[in-house]
């Protein structure tokens, strides 16, 4: 079993910077890949950002220049630091692990962008 475990969230105002961090623990081995979702309210769940177990980052358009995305393999650690926030970046963002088949899951942690 893999346990995620995110912190950082809380409320920010337009234009200002939080940094979010997930740290895993359990059964981890091997190549995963390691990301943050987010579900606004009344939207479906989607992908923020997503790191491999090499370094290689994938981001969603709309974060693409204000976010990155960034690991420790030895730390078992995902980061989201995230610039310029603006009022539509405020949900609950959700650390994922993906050791395929097997998708793990954070409980989430709510940000919210408003003056």
């Known amino acids: 079993q893999v346990q995620l475990v995110e912190s950082g969230g809380g409320l920010v105002q337009p234009g200002g910077t939080q940094r979010l961090s997930c740290a895993a623990s359990?059964?981890?081995?091997?190549?995963?890949?390691m990301g943050w979702y987010r579900q606004a309210p009344g939207k479906q769940r989607e992908l923020v950002a997503v790191?491999?177990?090499?370094?290689?980052?994938n981001y969603a358009d709309s974060v693409k220049g204000r976010f990155t995305i960034s690991r420790d393999n030895v730390k078992n650690t995902v980061y989201l630091q995230m610039n310029s926030l603006k009022p539509e970046d405020t949900a609950v963002y959700y650390c994922?692990?993906?050791?395929?088949?097997?998708?793990?899951w954070g409980k989430g942690t709510l940000v919210t962008v408003s003056s």
């Open positions: 994922n692990l993906r050791k395929t088949p097997t998708n793990y």
């Open positions: 790191v491999t177990s090499d370094g290689t980052t």
């Open positions: 359990g059964s981890i081995f091997g190549i995963y890949v």
